[in-house]
């Protein structure tokens, strides 16, 4: 197995521009670093203060942290916030060996948090980011306080045969100047995506230049997820592309321990977005009870 790359220069030259316009859209970063890892380098910003229970977000496919403009001002009132881009994906992380499995995924972001000092931590992921989250929840959570669950993809349910197809289908080069916007917009539940919002060209830019060499997201087994000692938050969109809304809810409150879960009927695979205000309202109100908790 190879390593991701941009499949031109010209593709990270159009990728940089995007990921550029999207970055001075963001509050200013406090600190920025790179941290080396076994599998590449792992690009993490620090917004908000410098003490707190510190928050770790993990982005959507091809998301990067261009994805959290309409969270990451909530977060970071309050919280030390660090973002990452997904190591293997497009952004500012450099991938330079193959990541083989989810073992692998695990100990690359579980060095991450360690090389930052990071203890107590409330990681959050949203779609594939909640499945890093999860991951780490499952195989290395020395370091975790809590785990917060965005409609996570391939963790609660599993994706269906038609979202595999029409995500390979939006990367083929040939179909993909009408197939990535149809289907951003399917899996956004048919809302037209607009083409002046920083994160959609983020994702485009991405999509479109980015050759990702990363195995398929393991669907975690009852006994993985029953292994979880954290408290988890899981917000489910009612009307998710992703999975089986409902079948995601039940497996999620049957099987894993400490899990606050809840199904959002209106809110697409979209949710981080679409339902922001929410989201982060239910996000700190969560992690605040967190740390009540462990302040008793």
């Not at 620090?46 to 990451?72: D, E, K, Q, Y």
């Not at 499952?138 to 669950?149: E, W």
């Not at 087994?221 to 899981?234: F, K």
Request: hydrophobic share 45%.
């Amino acid at each position: 197995m190879s390593v991701g790359t941009f499949a031109s220069p010209r593709a990270r030259t159009e990728f940089d521009a995007a990921y550029e316009a999207g970055m001075r859209a963001l509050p200013a970063p406090a600190d920025t670093r790179d941290v080396p890892t076994d599998f590449g380098t792992v690009r993490v910003y620090r917004f908000g203060p410098a003490r707190g229970a510190p928050i770790v977000l993990l982005p959507g496919r091809s998301g990067t942290t261009v994805m959290w403009l309409p969270n990451l001002a909530a977060f970071a009132e309050h919280h030390p916030v660090y973002a990452l881009d997904l190591l293997g994906e497009p952004g500012r992380s450099e991938q330079t060996a193959p990541i083989r499995d989810a073992a692998d995924q695990a100990v690359w972001l579980g060095t991450v948090l360690a090389a930052l000092d990071l203890d107590g931590v409330h990681l959050v992921g949203v779609s594939i980011g909640g499945w890093h989250a999860c991951n780490l929840a499952v195989r290395v959570p020395d370091r975790l306080a809590s785990v917060s669950l965005v409609d996570p993809a391939n963790t609660l349910g599993r994706m269906p045969a038609k979202l595999v197809l029409r995500a390979a289908l939006a990367g083929l080069p040939l179909v993909s100047r009408w197939g990535r916007p149809a289907f951003l917009s399917w899996i956004a539940g048919g809302a037209t995506v607009p083409k002046d919002d920083p994160a959609t060209a983020v994702l485009d830019a991405g999509m479109r230049g980015y050759r990702m060499r990363l195995p398929v997201p393991e669907y975690f087994t009852d006994d993985q997820l029953r292994s979880i000692r954290v408290p988890v938050l899981a917000l489910i969109a009612g009307r998710s592309a992703i999975h089986h809304p409902e079948a995601a809810l039940t497996r999620a409150r049957t099987l894993i321990p400490h899990v606050h879960a809840e199904l959002w009927p209106t809110a697409t695979h979209a949710i981080s977005g679409s339902h922001a205000t929410e989201v982060n309202a239910a996000v700190l109100r969560f992690i605040t009870e967190v740390q009540e908790e462990v302040a008793r």
